[in-house]
């Protein structure tokens, strides 16, 4: 059982990403699925969500949107409109039967190892 994200990488202010969070060993439809990203020196935190029934928890005022690709087993996070101050390693995770999305990273039963996103030019 395990979650693998993936997709970060170097991108100039202004452009776009798509991360994947790829489930194996579980059905992911039966999970709300949440982005976290970690700044070095700053604490883990939420970005966006989508709960088992759709609903969307955004921490990021729009810019981000998070999707589910049926049949694939697989959340995307889209990235658009990126800043410099999006730079982080980010992760995504799991919670079983969840209804709503939070941020509180103790509730996540699954965790994915990280993927880098550096926005630059």
């Known amino acids: 059982v395990q979650l693998q994200a993936s997709g970060g990488g170097l991108v100039q202010p202004g452009g776009s990403l798509r991360l994947s969070c790829l489930a194996s060993g579980v059905t992911l439809d039966d999970y709300a699925v949440g982005w976290f990203r970690q700044i070095p020196g700053k604490r883990r935190e939420g970005v966006i969500c989508i709960s088992t029934q759709g609903s969307i928890r955004d921490s990021v005022k729009g810019r981000f949107t998070i999707s589910r690709a049926n049949g694939k087993n697989t959340v995307y996070l889209h990235m658009n409109n990126l800043r410099p101050e999006d730079t982080a390693v980010y992760y995504c995770?799991?919670?079983?039967?969840?209804?709503?999305?939070?941020?509180?990273?103790?509730?996540?039963?699954?965790w994915g190892q990280g993927t880098q996103v550096t926005v630059s030019s």
């Open positions: 995770a799991a919670r079983f039967r969840a209804v709503h999305c939070n941020s509180y990273q103790n509730e996540y039963d699954l």
